[in-house]
């Protein structure tokens, strides 16, 4: 097998990624864009999207680092809008795009488009996360789109197999239909239950960070296998499990979360960057065989089902949000900040739509044929409806949210002065709790130190209840530094004013390698340290 093309991918999806940090535009949508270029020039291979490979391989990791990095707390308080949009507005559209999708288009089989709905019903969990980290949206309405995007594609993938199996003639009813939608969501959520304790134990109990960064790199695997072995949702099961994990982080060796922390960062970044430049990839597949439909009937029913994709999730979002609030009273008590009652937030969740790669990866799932041997009806349509839409929302969704939610001034957006003040506040409580912490200890005969050691330690806690103060103190007139940044950039001069000395002394043989890698690790961790300090770690 040539691995060639794959190391392209990789590499060429990691470039294009890191150049987009450096303009305004969002990776994913100039990630799309190159992969659209990219599949008619010569000589570039054929990227076929495999469902066999990127729901049980490339969606267990993803979903895993997005839900890590999720806020347990911030989803349990707002599970009715997840819960709502990630089952019920996945149902929905199911349903009312398929059913819109069969009225439409002349010859299209209800089954198929049906099939067609549950398709490209969920948006995408890595391009909300994306977008969401690159608009900077308010904090409960990115919890509400990440959470949505979390769970939705388990309701999809049954949905799709509930409505695939009518498609092809295997004569599931309703009542089975039903039955296999709720066996999946519970078996997944009890394949997540039964391995989250477990798993944990392991994480906290395995002494050495190695073994337990490659145990956190298997998780979302076992997790994903285990409840796909009992025909459960495997999507799930993985995000239970991640929720879990991430919320009981602070229980695991500090070595292991620095080291976690950047090995996921590294492999969601190559997998993001690889996903939408596989996105744009398979133009050339789905054009492939439309028939009847090529040309201008096929790029008219795009456009149509675009719009009627971005309309019926309008339609869904804004009285799920305000109806239960006429309806009950006791949520009425509950969300009475400004925030739950505003239309903007809705109409930013409404917009902010986009699908993904799980859509087109099921579309590429359907079978050729049906039961007889014929051919499934519409199939190629099937997947360049999916294509176009995945694309529309992408582009079209994904370039203007930026400018909707700068135009429409949303409630909750995050202020960076009152976030630095809440962190330097509770800095200096947890400071003030390690004080009096290290004096108990220190009144402690067996705990005797010298008083320089002493002091050292008391200077320690100082700075870092300080570090966080200096950041809203005033600015150097000449530089426009705060006192905090004109440490940290110090320090990093004088640590590699030491570093230039260590490299010295190994070139002249008055040390070895060996040495040298000592000296200069402790070096690294002193320089990461004042780094992570202004919270860019």
């Known amino acids: 097998m040539d691995a060639l093309p794959l190391v392209a991918l990789v590499a060429g999806s990691a470039a294009i990624a890191g150049a987009a940090r450096r303009t305004p535009v969002p990776a994913p949508l100039l990630l799309v864009a190159a992969g659209l270029i990219a599949s008619y020039v010569p000589g570039v291979p054929d990227y076929t999207l495999d469902a066999h490979i990127v729901l049980p391989l490339l969606l267990p990791p993803l979903l895993y680092t997005a839900a890590v990095d999720s806020s347990y707390l911030d989803l349990r308080a707002n599970w009715r809008p997840v819960a709502l949009l990630s089952v019920g507005y996945t149902l929905f559209a199911t349903f009312a795009v398929g059913w819109l999708a069969y009225r439409i288009i002349p010859g299209l089989p209800l089954t198929a488009a049906l099939v067609l709905g549950a398709v490209i019903a969920p948006p995408d969990a890595v391009t909300a996360a994306a977008v969401a980290r690159k608009v900077g949206l308010p904090s409960r309405v990115t919890t509400i789109l990440q959470g949505e995007s979390l769970v939705n594609d388990a309701t999809a993938i049954t949905a799709y197999k509930v409505v695939l199996a009518a498609a092809v003639g295997e004569g599931l ?37 190695l073994l337990q960064n ?37 229980q695991v060796d500090f070595a292991t979360r620095l080291q976690e922390a950047a090995v996921w960062k590294m492999v969601a970044f190559v997998l993001e960057s690889a996903v939408f430049a596989l996105i744009g990839l398979q133009l050339p597949f789905v054009l492939k065989g439309l028939g009847e439909y090529e040309g201008a009937r096929a ?28 309806l009950s009273a006791r949520i009425r008590g509950r969300e009475r900040d400004a925030e739950s009652r505003d239309w903007r937030g809705p109409l930013i969740v409404s917009w902010a739509g986009m699908r993904g790669v799980v859509s087109l990866a099921i579309a590429f799932s359907i079978p050729m044929t049906v039961e007889g041997g014929a051919p499934f009806p519409a199939r190629n349509l ?60 220190l009144a402690d005969e067996r705990n005797a130190l010298p008083a320089p050691l002493a002091d050292r330690l008391r200077t320690v806690l100082e700075r870092r209840r ?26 990093r001069e004088v640590i590699e004013a030491e570093r230039e ?31 992570r300090e202004d919270g860019s770690g």
């Not at 009627?308 to 305000?322: I, N, S």
């Not at 190994?506 to 690294?524: G, K, Q």
């Open 382 to 441: 099937v997947l360049f409806l999916t294509f176009t839409t995945v694309i529309g929302t992408l582009v079209i969704q994904g370039l203007t949210l930026p400018v909707l939610v700068n135009r429409l001034d949303l409630p909750g957006l995050r202020d960076a002065h009152q976030e630095t003040l809440a962190e330097a506040q509770a800095q200096s409580e947890a400071s003030a709790a390690a004080e009096a912490r290290l004096e108990a200890l």
């Open 501 to 531: 000395v260590f490299v010295q002394l190994r070139d002249a043989r008055r040390i070895d390698d060996e040495m040298l890698r000592t000296l200069l690790r402790r070096l690294d961790l002193e320089e990461a340290a004042a780094y």
């Open 299 to 326: 790029c008219w029913y795009a456009v149509v089902l675009f719009l009627v994709v971005v309309a019926v999730r309008f339609v869904w979002v804004f009285p799920a949000t305000f109806l239960p609030r006429v």
């Open 214 to 250: 490659t145990l956190s790199l298997l998780i979302p695997f076992v997790a994903y296998a285990a409840a796909e072995r009992f025909h459960a949702s495997g999507v799930l099961a993985v995000v239970v499990v991640a929720l879990y994990l991430g919320h009981r982080s602070w």
């Open 173 to 209: 009813s309703w009542s089975g239909g039903i039955e296999e939608f709720l066996v999946a969501s519970v078996g997944g959520i009890a394949v997540g239950l039964l391995l989250m304790v477990p798993l944990h134990w392991l994480r906290t109990h395995l002494k050495e960070a």
């Open 466 to 491: 300080n570090a966080v103060w200096e950041r809203l103190g005033a600015v150097n007139d000449v530089t426009g530094e705060s006192a905090d940044d004109t440490y940290r950039r110090l320090a």
